[in-house]
């Protein structure tokens, strides 16, 4: 074939220039986040099939998803069923047995696979009526002299789009573009590693020839995605000294102190004369640099007061502040609590939402501008950041669990705050070692001590032996009041077709000894088996992929107390506060972080009720158990965190921190890092990335040429953000 057209195109070419992309194909290519040829060569697998290991069909247990070596001994047969459908069937074997191997809707197959002939067929096995049958498998055709693949990479999909579709288009893009891919990576450090180039890494990933190969092409991608990440927060740090601010001139803290209910602990009055200092000190030329803080601080350590106690000193020089929170429901929390405090104070405090009614936002507006009467505070979620808000003299920016606000968010909140202070509050307690990096522009307040009088979770972890008990322990709770959560690893049932089990995950490539993994437990298929086992408790649902509006309701109503459980994923981590909750067990806990864990956990223990955490894992690996073990013994996030780091590498905080990110064209986004367990070598990344910033801050050295282009394009935000 002459593939005389694709010699002429660049990475940043539109991927419509492709064969075989036409508009439709590109819409659908887009929701994924690709638009140029870069960004599908940057789409990496979520997983690999393992089909290297061939399985006979005597070894196959029903149920599971691996690689078959069959021959053909059938012409398949098309059948029409019904309207609609088709079955495709033909017999195949090894020298264990037969199987029935069936296509539903895929006519063209019988085109393709001849009797005779000799396949490597991939799929699940299913043991029915005595009989061996394969649905819809992926097969190849063995052939004399050539070899098969052994790792078949699975990549995010949208409708439309098969794997093997995908995995062509990734092909095509490479061949046409491998010779016009410069590496940001700088010769000597690529060297000095031994990584592969960066073609060579591409290449790698998407079509691997062996897992050792897979390996350094991942931990090379891994390494420049810290890298880059570490060089771009040392140049806005640079950046950011620049900012010269009116220094606030009103520091006295006293009415504020006195209009709480309590007194500050010590690292909250460290914490807000570490803020005092920053917004009040002058430098040379009277004026002081913006604030640029973050305060990390475990769930529960009281991390609102001192942000108050910020926009306190904000309203007291003139200044207005702004309090961005990822979710309308914490967003109105915060401004109960914050309303009548303020008003003690003399200031005024309003919410901004989706939810508040056009009317009122249109008021909100008006005012926030000075017209009307003064808002000093206004707290609300991403629709603070429209254009439509501008404040009429805004001082301070706080953001609470800031992570959760992808890359694009923050760089809205940066143009918006080019003049102004900036608190970032976060829950994850990130091990001092990465927080210097991560965090790198932003000076770090700690709230390493708790309030007076609070209680510890009790925390056990169990296996599937303790099922019933567990229930039992369920009703028990809810039968003397209390609520309880219930958070699962995964949405719904896996699909059949699409979720094979054997296959490897990226961190598993990681491990040295990949743990055969316990199923996932879905919130939907949980949430089912514990209303008909306990049919008097009433049990709500939540997950990801409800609509906003949904979920708040969801929230709102456990909130209230108008369900006794709620079964959830990961998304009630984020800080809602609901006191009368008790127990929180987490399925599948061996797929969490630690410092996930105890977030989750931090759910609990929050009002008055003694509480518990159950950590249910059926993981056999000895690894895996001693982890969760910590979490029984330990309740501190920092040592957690810490723990966490040794054991499993950094991946996890990585993870934390991308999560929610939405990924940009070719933009910024950790998703490899997320799988990295090698603390040595990220460390090895940011030094390189410190030391390169100390000898060329500007980047212009022509060998980092290429870096600086990179760098550019991660960090600079286009107007192609997906929706
Ligand atoms: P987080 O750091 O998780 O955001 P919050 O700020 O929500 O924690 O505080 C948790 C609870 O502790 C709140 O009910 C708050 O009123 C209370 N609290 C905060 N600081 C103190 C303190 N110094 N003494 C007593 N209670 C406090
Ligand atoms: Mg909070």
């Known amino acids: 074939m002459a593939d005389r057209p694709l010699l002429s195109l660049s990475p940043d070419d539109a991927v419509t220039r492709l064969k075989g992309v036409g508009p439709a194909r590109a819409a659908c290519l887009q929701r994924l986040g690709i638009f140029t040829l870069r960004d599908l060569l940057f789409h990496f697998p979520r997983a690999y099939e393992n089909r290297g290991d061939i399985k006979t069909l005597l070894q196959g247990t029903d149920g599971l998803c691996a690689a078959f070596r069959l021959t053909v001994q059938s012409v398949p047969r098309v059948a029409r069923p019904r309207r609609g459908m088709t079955l495709t069937t033909m017999r195949a074997s090894d020298e264990t047995g037969t199987a029935e191997i069936v296509f539903f809707n895929q006519e063209y197959v019988a085109g393709q696979i001849e009797a005779g002939r000799t396949y490597r067929f991939w799929g699940r096995l299913q043991y029915r009526r005595g009989h061996y049958q394969i649905s819809t498998p992926a097969f190849e055709p063995i052939l004399p002299g050539v070899a098969l693949p052994d790792l078949v990479p699975r990549y995010p999909l949208c409708e439309n789009l098969s794997q093997k579709a995908m995995h062509t288009l990734i092909c095509d893009a490479l061949a046409a573009v491998r010779d016009k891919l410069d590496d940001p990576l700088p010769e000597h450090l690529r060297l000095g590693e031994q990584f592969p180039t ?19 092409a991942l931990r090379r991608m891994m390494y420049e995605e810290l890298f880059c990440m570490a060089i771009g927060i040392a140049r806005s740090k640079r950046e950011n000294s620049d900012l010269r601010m009116p220094v606030f001139t009103k520091t006295d803290m006293t009415p504020f102190l006195q209009a709480l209910t309590f007194s500050l602990t010590r690292a909250q009055a460290r914490t807000v004369g570490e803020i005092c200092r920053d917004v009040s000190l002058p430098g040379e030329d009277g004026m002081t640099a913006a604030m640029r803080r973050i305060l990390i601080g475990d769930v529960g350590s009281g991390k609102t007061v001192c942000a108050e106690a910020a926009a306190f000193l904000a309203a007291q020089n003139g200044k207005q502040t702004a309090l961005m929170v990822p979710t309308a429901i914490l967003a109105e929390q915060h401004y109960a609590e914050c309303k009548p405090l303020f008003a003690r104070l003399g200031y005024t405090v309003e919410l901004l939402t989706g939810a508040t009614p056009q009317k009122e936002k249109r008021q909100i507006y008006e005012r926030l501008q000075g017209n009307g009467p003064r808002i000093d505070m206004i707290i609300g979620t991403h629709a603070l950041l429209q254009d439509k808000v501008v404040f009429d003299d805004l001082g301070l920016i706080i953001t609470d669990e800031q992570h959760r606000f992808g890359v694009a968010q923050r760089a809205t909140l940066k143009e918006k705050s080019q003049l102004c202070h900036l608190l970032v509050m976060s829950a994850t307690p990130i091990p001092r070692t990465l927080a210097l990096s991560m965090y790198g522009d932003l000076a770090v307040s700690r709230l390493d001590e708790m309030p007076p009088g609070r209680q510890i979770t009790d925390t056990y972890v169990v296996d599937e032996s303790y099922r019933d008990r567990l229930n039992a322990f369920i009703r028990k709770n809810a039968a003397e009041g209390g609520q309880i959560y219930v958070v699962c690893p995964s949405i719904e049932q896996p699909d059949e077709t699409e979720e094979p089990a054997d296959e490897v995950e990226m961190s598993d490539l990681f ?27 009433r049990v709500l649902l939540l997950h990801g992929q409800m609509k906003n509006a949904e979920k708040e309701a969801v929230m709102q109503a456990f909130a209230r107390g108008e369900a006794d459980v709620l079964v959830s994923t990961t998304v009630i981590e984020v800080g809602v506060n609901v006191p009368n909750a008790s127990l929180m067990i987490v399925e599948n806990a061996e797929r969490f972080g630690l410092s996930q864990l105890h977030q989750l956990r931090g759910r609990v223990g929050r009002g008055k009720r003694k509480s518990y955490c159950v950590l249910v894992s059926d993981s056999k690996g000895e690894a895996a158990r001693e982890r969760l073990s910590i979490m029984h013994k330990c309740h501190d996030g920092y040592r957690i965190a810490e723990q966490d780091l040794l054991m499993r590498g950094p991946g996890d905080f990585f993870a934390a921190v991308d999560a929610g990110n939405v990924r940009q064209s070719g933009g910024f986004s950790l998703r490899l890092a997320s799988a990295c367990d090698d603390t040595e070598l990220m460390q090895r990344a940011f030094a390189a990335a410190g030391r390169l910033v100390k000898a060329d801050p500007a980047l212009s050295l022509p060998e980092h040429a290429t870096l600086q282009k990179e760098i550019e394009r991660i960090f600079t935000l286009d107007d192609k953000t997906v929706s």
């Open 198 to 216: 960066l073609s060579v890494a591409l290449e790698q990933i998407h079509s691997p020839t062996d897992k050792q190969s897979l390996r350094a």
């Open 511 to 537: 491990s040295l000894t990949p743990e055969g993994r316990p199923p996932l437990k879905s919130v939907v298929a949980y949430a089912e088996q514990l209303r008909r086992a306990c049919p008097q408790l």
